[in-house]
């Protein structure tokens, strides 16, 4: 059975930092392109990184030189590092496949707030 379970969100300062995890148990993680998504309150799901599986990656122009992807196949994990953190960036973060064809995690809540 496949689960998507995220972590590390939390509740940060403008300019602050987190770093995102995502485990993807059973999901065959290490075979397909992944990617981080995020979805604001009263707007849709976004794709904010995604990243191959050998390891190339790329960025929505909104977090390009802010947010950097990587994965662990060995270990089926992914990790989003988050840095410069805005306001704009609130929003819940799910990890899937790139397309995200898998069910949906619970995803894991970004507030950036003074």
Known sequence: QVQLVESGGGLVQPGG???????????????????????????????????TRPGSTNYADSVKGRFTISRDNAKEMMYLQMNSLTPEDTAVYYCNRQPPVLP???????TVSS
Request: charged share 15%.
């Open 17 to 51: 930092s987190l770093r995102l995890s995502c485990v993807g148990s059973g999901s065959g993680f290490s075979f397909y392109a992944m990617a981080w998504y995020r979805q604001a309150p009263g707007k849709q799901r976004e794709k904010v990184a995604a990243i």
């Open 104 to 110: 949906w995690g619970q995803g894991t809540q970004v």
